[in-house]
């Protein structure tokens, strides 16, 4: 990710209604997966923790892992004002660090696009997961990249094709990979006009 645009993005990052309704949307969705209070977690591109602090009270630890700092120090803020003794933010960017830690689940919330060696990172993932661990991506579906058309920095991918994604969780070992639309943006073009723009979640076991 663009540790500039997100770092100077962070003080209001969560003053947005629509990406609260859609953070919510994922996390929900997330939610229904068999979930316990002894997984170890970890959210791969947390922001300040608007999808994390949602599932932390059904887990036993998340580690809240970003690339930039900005997000990192506003997360750090809510853990501590409310309270919460279970998530651990750590500053961590898969294209140039290793992850050595094992975890029953991992996910991440419209983090893909912002990556540019997608195989790379989904390679790390693979291997910082237990045998029988979950991943959970979420992101948009394939766009003609009017999504991002006003804020192109840092956007390394216009969403992504279902199929070729479930195909690339499958070569690297996943298996029992699910996918579903969990929620639909809506935008105005560059004519006006309002476009959907759909995010879908992808989950699947390790083995």
């Known amino acids: ?48 923790g608007l999808v994390g602090l949602d599932l932390a009270n059904r887990l036993a630890s998340l580690v809240a892992a970003d690339s930039s700092p900005g997000m990192l120090e506003i997360l750090k803020a809510k853990i501590s004002a409310q309270g919460i003794k279970n998530v651990f933010p750590q500053h961590l960017d898969l294209h140039h660090d290793d992850c050595e830690q094992d975890f029953d689940l991992i996910f991440s919330a419209m983090t893909l696009h912002h990556l540019a060696d997608i195989d790379c990172i989904l390679a790390k993932l693979f291997h910082c997961l237990k045998p029988g661990g979950i991943i959970a991506l979420a992101d948009l579906e394939e766009e003609d990249g009017s999504f991002h058309q006003d804020n192109p920095e840092g956007v390394m991918h216009h969403g992504f094709n279902r199929g070729k994604l479930a195909r690339n969780l499958e070569r690297l070992g996943f298996s029992a990979v699910h996918v579903n639309t969990v929620h639909t943006i809506r935008r105005k073009n560059s004519h006006g006009d309002e476009k959907p723009y759909p995010v879908f979640l992808m989950t699947a076991l390790k083995g």
């Open 1 to 48: 990710m663009t540790e500039n645009r997100f770092d100077t993005a962070a003080t209001d990052w969560d003053k947005e209604n629509r990406r609260i309704e859609l953070a919510k949307a994922i996390s929900s969705q997330i939610a229904l997966l068999p979930l316990n209070d002894e997984m170890r977690a970890m959210e791969y591109g947390c922001g300040t």
